[in-house]
């Protein structure tokens, strides 16, 4: 099991710092991905979804729709 953000101190972290970390977190499993090979069936769907928002962007949910939703959901 993973250790617990409190386990790691995160926890004690603001906000953005902890925003910040995600980010660097995220970035270092980018550059990891990119440097491994992803499962051919993987790869594909990603294209396919890929290739589907290029052709029709409309199709997708605007970022502010999203964090509304999300923060919306967090004050409760």
């Known amino acids: 099991m993973p250790p617990t953000l409190q386990q790691l101190g995160v926890d ?4 953005s ?3 910040a970390l995600a ?3 995220w970035d270092s499993v980018h550059e990891t991905l990119d440097a491994e090979s992803i499962d051919p ?9 890929a290739a589907l928002a290029d ?3 409309s199709l997708g949910v605007q970022w502010e729709t999203v ?10």
């Open 12 to 15: 004690t972290l603001s906000p």
């Open 17 to 19: 710092d902890r925003f």
């Open 23 to 25: 980010q660097a977190l």
């Open 41 to 49: 069936s993987i790869r594909a769907e990603i294209e396919r979804r």
């Open 55 to 57: 052709a029709d962007p």
């Open 67 to 76: 964090r509304a939703a999300a923060r919306a959901r967090w004050s409760q």
